[in-house]
């Protein structure tokens, strides 16, 4: 061999064992840090899911959990027994906040809505409000033209 192709390739492995190097960096879990003893819970309750999530007074979301995450499929992730597990599953991850209290914030019509709510209760926190946001229409769409036969 010459001597170029000699430091051709060990130039290349110089490359390709720095880039391994780089690549494995750990993942760092966020610390928390801060104390939110009140926050908001917003449930939404649809015919398919529950979705909740917890948030501070600003807005900033601290965890949020659905029963898809947990584990359920199909028509069973619009339960209220998923809801509950749903709840329990936000609580673990939710822990370090140290969150008391919460209002509650409950948009949709599924059945997982009063279960969500139950579990809430359930898990250790105070519930302070209960707020239905759920939207309405006021006449809504325009409705599509009679049908002529």
Not at 9 to 28: D, I, L, M, R
Not at 124 to 147: A, E, F, Q
Request: proline residues 5%; hydrophobic residues 40%.
């Amino acid at each position: 061999m010459t001597e170029k192709s000699i430091n051709k390739t060990e130039g290349t492995a110089k490359a390709a064992t720095t880039a391994k190097v780089g690549t494995a960096k750990a993942k760092k879990k966020k610390v928390v840090d801060r104390q939110v003893p009140r926050a908001n819970a917003y449930i939404q309750a649809t015919y398919n899911n529950t979705i909740i999530t917890i948030a501070d007074p600003n807005g900033n979301v601290l965890g949020w959990s659905s029963a898809g995450v947990v584990g359920f499929k199909g028509p069973k992730k619009a339960t209220p027994y998923a809801a509950s597990l749903v709840t329990k599953d936000l609580m673990e991850k939710i822990a370090a906040y140290a969150v008391k209290e919460v209002s509650v914030f409950v948009k949709g019509i599924g059945g997982g809505r009063e279960g969500a709510i139950r579990a809430l209760h359930i898990n250790g926190l105070n519930v302070v409000s209960i707020n239905d946001v759920t939207p309405i229409p006021h006449n809504g769409c325009r409705p599509p033209k009679r049908r002529r036969v």
